[in-house]
T-cell receptor, first 115, second 116 residues
Framework: AQSVAQPEDQVNVAEGNPLTVKCTYS??????LFWYVQYPNRGLQFLLK??????LVKGSYGFEAEFNKSQTSFHLKKPSALVSDSALYFC?????????????FGKGTRLSVIA | KAGVTQTPRYLIKTRGQQVTLSCSPI?????VSWYQQTPGQGLQFLFE???????NKGNFPGRFSGRQFSNSRSEMNVSTLELGDSALYLC???????????????FGPGTRLTVT
């Protein structure tokens, strides 16, 4: 069965500094990987996804993520954090070519960007 | 296109009651998934409906049920509510067609259920 680990419940970063939110996964075969963001009192918003091809994926709001197959990781990054990036971030995975297997989400990492 | 809508946004119920939540997917999306979000457990998958058929089911008791209508709108029902059912219930729709794109889910704002 597939699983996702987000090892940090909380990440604090100063505005203007680079940020990284970590995600590792376990899946049979090749993965589809996703990042979602949740702002207070809102549903999840899609940020980016990895399907195949270039290991560096660029997404919304200046975020990017790097797929590392050997380390089974898909860390979310941004070169310069904004206070408005403060939110809850979820990593999700499903196996490629697995029919209709639903997405599995990590437990989320709360990002706090301090001015 | 209008996004995923969920009604009601907030709900307070008493233990033992039952509740029905509604979700309208993005126009043209035929897959609707439901999730329960709690601070301790994160996002837990409840079930997925596609073309009025339940395609996947998570590990929840039979008190949790759902259905999908011919217009793709979906409802979920929780009977005999327990205090632990207090959560944010999220609905997500996906475009049909298979592959990774069908798993680029679009979430509604959720229904905040409080059981007292």
């Amino acid at each position: 069965a597939q699983s996702v680990a987000q090892p940090e419940d909380q990440v604090n970063v100063a505005e203007g500094n680079p940020l990284t939110v970590k995600c590792t996964y376990s899946v049979s075969g090749n993965p589809y990987l996703f990042w979602y963001v949740q702002y207070p009192n809102r549903g999840l918003q899609f940020l980016l996804k990895y399907i195949t091809g270039d290991n560096l994926v660029k997404g919304s709001y200046g975020f990017e993520a790097e797929f590392n197959k050997s380390q089974t990781s898909f860390h979310l990054k941004k070169p310069s954090a904004l206070v408005s990036d403060s939110a809850l971030y979820f990593c999700a995975v499903r196996p490629m070519n697995s029919g209709n297997t639903p997405l599995v989400f990590g437990k989320g990492t709360r990002l706090s960007v301090i001015a | 296109k209008a996004g995923v809508t969920q009604t009601p946004r907030y709900l307070i119920k008493t233990r033992g009651q039952q509740v029905t939540l509604s979700c309208s997917p993005i126009s043209g999306h035929r897959s609707v998934s439901w999730y329960q979000q709690t601070p301790g457990q994160g996002l837990q998958f409840l079930f997925e409906y596609f073309s009025e058929t339940q395609r996947n089911k998570g590990n929840f008791p039979g008190r949790f049920s759902g259905r999908q209508f011919s217009n793709s709108r979906s409802e979920m029902n929780v009977s005999t509510l327990e205090l632990g059912d207090s959560a944010l219930y999220l609905c997500a729709s996906s475009p049909s067609g298979g592959g990774a794109y069908s798993y680029e889910q679009y979430f509604g704002p959720g229904t905040r259920l409080t059981v007292t």
